[in-house]
Nanobody
Framework: QVQLVESGGGLVQAGGSLRLSCAGS????????MAWYRQAPGKQRELVAR???????TYADSVKGRFTISRDNAKNTVYLQMNSLKPEDTAVYYC????????WGQGTQVTVSS
């Protein structure tokens, strides 16, 4: 059974930083392209960043230059370093496969105050 557990969210002031982690079981991250998604209140879930199995990363225009996705295959963990946070980054953040998503975890709440 696949399980994804996100952590690292919190309340931060605009301009601050957070580092999110996603640990998985029942799924091998190293052979999958993984991604971070977010869902703000009243909005659809959107893809924020993607990293291929080879380590190539792509980002949504809204976070480019501020967020960095990385992976530690030995730990079966994916990270999202978020810098220069803005109030519009406030959302619940989830990780999952970049394509053919599996069961979603509970996510981690990120709240950025102005």
């Amino acid at each position: 059974q696949v399980q994804l557990v996100e952590s690292g969210g919190g309340l931060v002031q605009a301009g601050g930083s957070l580092r999110l982690s996603c640990a998985g079981s029942g799924i091998i991250f190293s052979i999958n392209a993984m991604a971070w998604y977010r869902q703000a209140p009243g909005k659809q879930r959107e893809l924020v960043a993607r990293i291929t199995s080879r380590g190539n990363a792509t980002y949504a225009d809204s976070v480019k230059g501020r967020f960095t996705i990385s992976r530690d295959n030995a730990k079966n963990t994916v990270y999202l370093q978020m810098n220069s946070l803005k109030p519009e980054d406030t959302a619940v953040y989830y990780c999952n496969r970049a394509w053919n998503t599996v069961d979603w975890g509970q996510g981690t709440q990120v709240t950025v105050s102005s």
